[in-house]
């Protein structure tokens, strides 16, 4: 079945770093791709998103391009803030289907 | 506008007692889906619906977990005579279509715990 391996953390960095959060996917066909983040006492919210090879999703100074050649999703930020401290879920919905599928998540802690 | 709400945002149950969990999702959302995050362990899908059908089930962990949707609103999540396991947080999604693009959103989740 549609799986996700996501880089394990936790991971800390100091502010003004650059960030990599690696993904990589399992899936049939052409999954859409998403990264959600859970800010520390909140809800899971979208960061981004691709729904086709080569996509590439922004958001807040982060990207991700959407490679079907080696079936990675990395996430990236160029200059890190204290405010990016959260947890990152890397997803996956595949083609024709509507649930997501998950990794494991990675805590991100960012240090003044 | 509203987003997702779930209640209770907390609950404490012994175990073999039943609980109900209710999401409502984001108004004129077709689609809603319910997953669960245990300790230390990703999202798992249960549910989705479809207005107030259930094309998809296959996340249901037993036939303890049972959940309905009334038209294209209001969902419950019922566990009959529940176990330590089912200990987790439990969160409601929804979406203005179905469709694997489609953006999910979130509610906060109620948080389970049997004894």
């Known amino acids: 079945g549609d799986s996700v391996t996501q880089m394990e953390g936790p991971v800390t960095l100091s502010e003004e770093a650059f960030l990599t959060i690696n993904c990589t996917y399992t899936a049939t066909g052409y999954p859409s791709l998403f990264w959600y983040v859970q800010y520390p006492g909140e809800g899971l919210q979208l960061l981004l998103k691709a729904t086709k090879a080569d996509d590439k999703g922004s958001n807040k100074g982060f990207e991700a391009t959407y490679r079907k050649e080696t079936t990675s999703f990395h996430l990236e930020k160029g200059s890190v803030q204290v405010s990016d401290s959260a947890v990152y879920f890397c997803?996956?919905?595949?083609?024709?289907?509507?649930?997501?599928?998950f990794g494991q998540g990675t805590r991100l802690t960012i240090n003044p | 506008g509203a987003g997702v709400s779930q209640s209770p945002s907390n609950k404490v149950t012994e175990k073999g007692k039943d609980v109900e969990l209710r999401c409502d999702p984001i108004?004129?959302?077709?689609?809603l889906y319910w997953y669960r995050q245990r300790l230390g362990q990703g999202l798992e899908f249960l549910i989705y619906f479809q207005g107030n059908s259930a094309p998809d089930k296959s996340g249901l962990p037993s036939d303890r977990f049972s959940a309905e949707r009334t038209g294209e609103s209001v969902s419950t999540l019922t566990i009959q005579r529940t176990q330590q396991e089912d200990s987790a947080v439990y969160l409601c999604?929804?979406?203005?279509?179905?469709?694997?693009?489609?953006?999910?959103?979130f509610g906060p989740g109620t948080r389970l715990l049997v004894l």
């Open positions: 997803a996956l919905s595949g083609q024709g289907a509507q649930k997501l599928v």
């Open positions: 108004s004129g959302h077709t689609a």
């Open positions: 999604a929804s979406s203005l279509n179905s469709g694997s693009w489609e953006t999910q959103y």
